[in-house]
């Protein structure tokens, strides 16, 4: 868990770059992919049950890239200079 928690710094960081590059957008803190991304098979979602901290049950949607969405993210982000040609 501690892992993860150092992660999240860099995932923000790579969210907000994805959302400056016109890839994604926040709402209610979920990324949604923009229209002309959303039907290309570039994420998967589904719901997952949980129990908020007070006891009530609650959905929350859990979205993650797909093999062919990363390697579409490492495409895009290669352009823009983040990854070199030997990665």
């Known amino acids: 868990l501690k892992a993860i ?7 923000e960081k790579v969210n907000k770059q ?6 994604q957008y926040s709402i209610n803190g979920q990324w949604i992919l923009y ?3 959303k039907d290309c098979g570039y994420v998967s979602s589904r719901s ?3 129990t908020r901290a007070d ?13 062919a969405g990363r390697k579409f993210l490492y495409e895009e ?9 030997n990665v």
């Open 5 to 11: 928690r150092k992660m999240e710094p860099a995932w």
């Open 18 to 23: 994805l959302a400056a590059m016109g890839i």
């Open 35 to 37: 229209a002309k991304y």
């Open 48 to 50: 997952i049950d949980i």
């Open 55 to 67: 006891g009530r049950p609650d959905v929350v949607l859990h979205t993650e890239w797909t093999q």
């Open 77 to 85: 982000l290669k352009k823009k200079g983040v990854f070199s040609e």
